[in-house]
């Protein structure tokens, strides 16, 4: 008798919503669970190339903590295609001018680089303040420092 590894369909995939405070959380840490959450690592049917994931809404992402000396020292570039058009901004900047790219920026880096990983990133909400339009999906409040 042979035994059939489950593969899931698009199709049937159920999705959560789940709810993070980011208040005093390391960047990095928050990062890795919430994009683990995204790819549907999480659940017992994960299968790669279908996007088995959670829509995740983040609140207080202005509040999120970074070590060391990064609020100085960590930059984040982007360049315009034009010679000279490098752009570097700080992390203290980006607080202050988008605090919710900070955490958009190291999810993405953490899930796959191709489209079903540009799906998974729309799945993601963020909010620097403590509301978001979201209640009616009735998000789970999710600790993301407990283990799943």
Known sequence: ????????????????????????????????KISMILMGKHK??????VDTGDFVVVVNASRVRLTGRK?????????SGHPGGLKVRRAKEML????????????????????LGRKQLKKLKIYPGESHPHRAQQPVKLDPLRRR
């Not at 988008?98 to 796959?112: C, D, N, Q, S």
Request: hydrophobic share 30%; glycine share 4%.
């Open 1 to 32: 008798m042979r035994v059939k590894t489950y593969m899931a369909k698009p199709g049937e995939v159920e999705r959560d919503w789940y709810v993070v405070d980011a208040k005093d959380r390391v960047l990095g840490r928050l990062a890795s």
């Open 44 to 49: 017992p049917h994960y299968t790669p190339h």
């Open 71 to 79: 609020w100085e020292q960590k930059c984040y570039y982007r360049h």
């Open 96 to 115: 202050q001018r988008k605090p919710e790219e900070i955490l958009k920026h190291a999810v993405r880096g953490m899930l796959p680089k191709n489209h």
